[in-house]
């Protein structure tokens, strides 16, 4: 019952999303709604079956999804749309809104499938969220101040953890949502494909290949890509 709920909710919630966006007439408000949906994910199904693992969850999705919403709406104020969505003026309710709720509902298995006791193993899964959690806020923060210095405008960072890894904050992204699956995990099988799915958006769907075209040619990127891991945080090779 709770992929089903769970489903519903999510379709109501990118729907209400959508018909907001029509007010906005942009349509990339969809990433505010992105961390918060699972918030709400995440109390229907601790309503549904109260336990502590769901419980610690539920604090660590609301800590994620709250400062995720409040970065990008800070982010994107002001600014103009999102240029990834600008390919998506043509029925924006299905291949935004509805594809992301979609990949929200996949992702949020781990919640779905969540049942039993706490374990040993479990205790290890929200010491790697806590990992992933500081690669992303650090990651954001750091990228942010060095953005809002004018000196380095059409800079590339390639300081802080930005130093070990192009896309640091995406790299924590993922690494929380294999935190929540081992919290969660039970005898259920088929949690796996939350974190698998994530995984698979972030490194060849719309995280690291969109920036990765987007500076694709830049000289200054091309000499940072020679250096630098692509994903996973590794020790730079010297200057090329």
Not at 163 to 179: D, K, L, Q
Not at 220 to 231: D, L, P, T
Request: zero cysteines; charged letters at 20%.
């Amino acid at each position: 019952m709770g992929l089903v709920f769970s489903g519903i909710l999510i379709w109501v919630y990118m729907t209400s999303w959508y018909i907001i966006s029509l007010i906005k007439k942009r349509n990339d408000i969809v990433d505010i709604a992105w961390g918060l949906g699972f918030i709400l994910v995440a109390i229907l199904n601790l309503l549904f079956n109260p336990s502590l693992k769901l419980f610690i969850s539920l604090l660590l999705i609301f800590v994620w999804g709250f400062r995720l919403a409040i970065h990008i709406y800070n982010r994107n104020k002001n600014k103009k749309e999102d240029y990834r969505y600008k390919k998506f003026k043509s029925n924006p309710y299905f291949k935004v809104f509805i594809t992301q709720g979609f990949f929200m509902w996949l992702i949020s298995f781990p919640l779905i499938g969540s049942f039993g006791n706490l374990k040993w193993f479990n205790f290890i899964g929200i010491l790697i969220w806590l990992t992933g959690f500081y690669f992303e806020s650090t990651a954001d923060k750091q990228l942010k101040i060095f953005l809002s210095n004018s000196k380095n405008k059409g800079k590339i960072m390639q300081s802080g953890l930005w130093a070990y890894s192009r896309h640091p904050n995406y790299f924590g992204e993922v690494t929380m949502w294999w935190g929540i699956w081992l919290l969660n995990l039970s005898s259920i099988w088929w949690t796996i494909f939350g974190p698998l799915t994530i995984t698979f958006l972030i490194l060849k769907v719309s995280g690291v290949p969109l920036l990765e075209e987007k500076y694709k040619g830049n000289k200054e990127f091309e000499n940072y890509k020679k250096r630098v891991s692509v994903f996973f945080p590794l020790k730079p090779k010297k200057n090329i």
